[in-house]
């Protein structure tokens, strides 16, 4: 089976579960997924695409309006599909209507006559990648991988947060890789803030770069950190701790596990380290793929981690973090997206039996 007919017989499964005679997608995260990386988007900073999809068991109808739908079907991989195209004086929701008819239908935004998507969409339908999104993600996670890298190579002292994240960005962009968040923190902001958007702060000793990075409509998150001379016993110690509370997520990540019960044995070894409380201070991350977080992990999120599902953990200690995307495998073995080059420093982590190699702190 095809990756398209395999995602094709997900929603006919779907539907047949849900008593429904279609969906409609128009975010750009589940537009991406069903057409194998197809990108629906105009302005950057919305979700909500230009283009829907209108899916029964039978058929795939491409809605847009007379702007957008030539270069839609002419440059994304929708092709053997409907296409109904509308005037731009029209709205979509108007033009969806027409092709649903009495259909009932369920839609991942807001429609008239259309149901909200149930809930359980991203995980019995979209959370296991096929294997065209896998080698999709590959590629990506290497690309971001080597721009944050080259960034963090480059970097000077007296830099500004917007200089770095101007860098970053070309470097990404010039790879056909849209930001998705770009995070850089120097010195005291990055003791202070878990979220630092990038200001006029200079570069003194410490830094951090945050990349998630989206191709093919596929999210890699990684994080990396840069130390200008001696790097302080405090500082080498609190990031090998957080990389051990990082093992413990990953191993605690298996196929059928609740993402609930995998953020425990994280919180536990937080404890485990002497820091038992930083947990609280930031979300630990999650499951993701088509969205920087599906959702963030709680204690007492009951839902179950899929085969096949894009993992990103993000624990941190004040002044550290430690953060790469990798894909659980139905073995439960972790094929990882953002792994760092051969020539970045790394830490070696030991943990019930198993040893990884982590991102260290690069020294400059």
């Not at 960034?151 to 917007?162: E, F, K, Y």
């Not at 803030?193 to 596929?218: D, E, K, S």
């Not at 298996?254 to 038992?276: H, M, N, R």
Request: net charge positive; glycine share 6%; aromatic share 6%.
């Amino acid at each position: 089976m095809t990756d398209r007919n395999e995602r094709h017989a997900r929603i006919r499964a779907y539907l047949k579960q849900h008593k429904l005679d279609a969906v409609v997608l128009q975010t750009r995260s589940n537009f991406a997924w069903f057409t194998g990386g197809g990108d629906n988007h105009v302005a950057s900073q919305e979700e909500v695409g230009v283009a829907a999809l209108v899916i029964t068991s039978r058929q795939v109808t491409v809605v847009a309006n007379a702007i957008e739908i030539e270069r839609i079907c002419n440059e994304e991989p929708v092709h053997g599909y409907a296409q109904k195209s509308f005037p731009w004086t029209q709205g979509i929701d108007v033009a969806i209507a027409k092709v649903l008819g009495k259909k009932k239908a369920a839609a991942d935004v807001p429609l008239p006559n259309c149901i909200p998507l149930p809930g359980d969409f991203q995980d019995s339908v979209r959370a296991s990648l096929t294997e065209e999104a896998l080698r999709q993600y590959r590629s990506l996670g290497r690309d971001c991988s080597l721009a944050a890298e080259t960034v963090a190579r480059a970097l000077n002292i007296g830099d500004s947060g917007h200089q770095v994240e101007a860098d970053l960005a070309r470097h990404l962009l010039a790879r056909g890789i849209q930001p998705f968040v770009l995070l850089v923190a120097f010195d005291d902001r990055l003791k202070s803030y878990r979220h630092p958007i990038p200001t006029v702060n200079h570069l003194r000793h410490h830094a951090m770069l945050v990349v998630c990075g989206r191709r093919h409509g596929l999210i890699a998150s990684l994080t990396r950190l840069v130390h200008f001379g001696p790097i302080p016993k405090e500082i080498s110690e609190r990031h090998a701790a957080t990389c051990a509370v990082e093992l413990a997520l990953w191993q605690a990540t298996q196929v059928g596990t609740s993402w609930g019960d995998a953020l425990k044995a994280g919180i536990a070894e937080y404890k485990k380290q002497g820091f038992a409380k930083e947990w609280q201070l930031h979300h630990q991350g999650g499951p993701t793929g088509y969205s920087g977080r599906d959702f963030f992990a709680t204690p007492d999120e009951a839902r179950l981690i899929q085969p096949d599902q894009a993992v990103a953990w993000n624990p941190s200690i004040t002044g550290t973090k430690s953060e790469d995307t990798f894909v659980l495998r139905p073995d439960n073995s972790r094929l990882m997206i953002t792994e760092c080059s051969r020539n970045w420093p790394t830490v070696k982590v030991a943990r019930r039996g198993e040893t990884i190699q982590r991102p260290a702190i690069l020294q400059r």
